[in-house]
């Protein structure tokens, strides 16, 4: 891990001082870690602007804090936003950091590689994580065949749904089916599940994998903004709202993007897996999927 960001391009390194100062004012943190950076981000002959939105900060809080950190997190990535600084923030208590350590040794494995530990109060120490008697490649697997395949079961749900022209149910379930994508993606990744189902937060959370997952749904035009809103919308609004309107058009092509990015979760999760694999000599080869 590193702890300074003289390794970092000038502009970047500026961005990272802007956003840690907001982050200072609005938060009494014991640390603020910089995750990874993409390798876009590591390139001198490029803005970085384009790429902040796949920076994802470690916000860890004193235990007095618990009750304030979604509220917090949401107010972090907000009050940068607004400074033209779009990042991703996750925040917990060093408790919790230490206690999901705990439960999974193999958290956060790029925090170690290329991490930068931006601020530290010096109060407390992040401690050692226990050793696991699993391979990182089989925790990784078993999280993904958990969650990729409740995935694909919501996207033949919503198709079912769609068949038969229930199309709020059809949305919910497509929402669902994206969620379980991300989620699978990002425990894959990091061994962290976020505690979300904003899909825009789980898109910008796993752009950093791989910059085609963002394009599945692109942003570009008032429709695609309109139809990746819808999706938003439907976790609650698709079942509670009186009235959801969403056309059977809208629907088909949201059921082909999410199966388009069931796809690519799939390809880029086995990748990762395989690479897992590679790094555990003696690990006897298992199906991804049974």
Known sequence: MYTSTHHLPAALQQKLRQALQLMQAQTQAE??????????????????????????????????QNQQRKELQEKLEESCRRAGIP?????????????MRQLNPYLFPELQKEGILLYDSGTTSLEESVSCPLPAATMARQHFIRWFSLSRAFLRSAQFSLFRKELRLSAFLLH???????????????????????????????????????????RHTPEEVHLFQLLKQAYCQGRYAAEFPITERECHILLSRSRKLLLMARCICQRQILSLRKTHQSFTPEPLLP
């Open 87 to 99: 990042i991703n923030a996750l925040v917990h208590t060093t408790a919790q950091f230490r206690q």
């Open 31 to 64: 640390k603020i870690l910089l995750l990874s950076l993409p390798s876009s981000l590591k390139d001198t002959s490029e803005s970085p602007q384009p790429y902040l939105d796949r920076l994802n900060f470690l916000i860890l809080l004193p235990d007095a």
């Open 176 to 218: 669902q089916s994206l969620e379980h994508s991300y989620t699978a993606i990002h425990l894959v990744f990091t061994g962290y599940r976020p505690t979300t189902h904003n899909l825009d937060k789980m898109r910008r959370y796993t752009s950093r994998f791989s910059g085609a997952l963002a394009s599945v749904f692109p």
